[in-house]
């Protein structure tokens, strides 16, 4: 059995797909792909490439490398220590911190969502600015910004994908998970870590991604708050202010 990188890509309703690649012995390139399962069934090979060259372009579309494997002529996948792979659990790593991560927005939507989808990204911008600037952060060079929003001033179907590492700062995330957790009919939005695991919408379970921007809840919480990622906490002392006295 030859040995093979596989990398994994996570859709955001919980599948995800898996795509592995090798240096032949002639040079040439064999890539195999299919649904993450014990068996990757396609397989192509080529030349004029290099494996770098086509593992950046894998991980510029949101796949991120799971780690090494045996994969025999028939596609059957061999794991280290002979740990099984399923389609409904991930490979065992060791856990390590989030060093940067992989997006993808797949729009297959209508143009009335396209307009709704673009007034609510400038919107979101308006607010993520107005924050950044009251805390004196220079502005974010990600370039995901103008790339989503002139496609979402289109007409047309569109997939993005890109990264967010830490020194785009944390708002291109929150704008993201902004995006995700609206859940536009017809647009589809996908986070995921280095690892390969899906980030949710939920800000209180995604301590490892506050961690990388150096960052947590409370600091977040009036923007997150505005942005629909938090309920808005009740302010007792004003609540009971608005209530009248009937104590004698």
Request: aromatic share 8%; charged share 25%; net charge negative.
């Amino acid at each position: 059995m030859a040995v093979w990188s596989l990398f994994r890509y996570c859709n955001s309703d919980g599948s995800s797909k898996d795509w592995a690649v090798i240096t032949n012995a002639d040079g040439s390139i064999s890539t195999r792909w299919g649904k993450t399962a014990s068996r990757l069934p396609s397989i192509n090979t080529r030349t004029g490439i290099r494996q770098l060259d086509i593992e950046r372009q894998k991980q510029a579309k949101g796949y991120v490398i799971v780690g090494e494997v045996e994969i025999d002529d028939d596609g059957n996948i061999r794991l280290p220590r002979t740990v099984p792979i399923t389609p409904t659990s991930s490979i065992p790593l060791q856990a390590v911190a989030v060093d940067k991560l992989y997006w993808h927005v797949d729009c297959r939507a209508g143009h009335v969502t396209l307009l709704d989808m673009g007034i609510a990204l400038r919107r979101w911008q308006v607010d993520l600015e107005a924050w950044s600037q009251a805390y004196g952060l220079a502005a974010s060079n990600w370039s995901g910004w103008q790339r989503l929003m002139d496609a979402s001033l289109g007409e047309d179907a569109f997939d993005l994908s890109g990264q967010i590492h830490r020194e785009h700062e944390v708002l291109p995330w929150l704008w993201l998970m902004a995006l995700k957790q609206a859940a536009f009919p017809g647009v589809s939005v996908g986070i995921a870590t280095e690892s390969g695991r899906d980030v949710s919408a939920d800000l209180k379970a995604e301590a490892d991604v506050l961690a990388l921007f150096e960052t947590d809840i409370e600091v977040l919480r009036p923007l997150a708050e505005s942005l629909g990622l938090l309920k808005p906490r009740l302010d007792l002392a004003l609540a009971m202010a608005d209530q009248t006295d009937h104590w004698f």
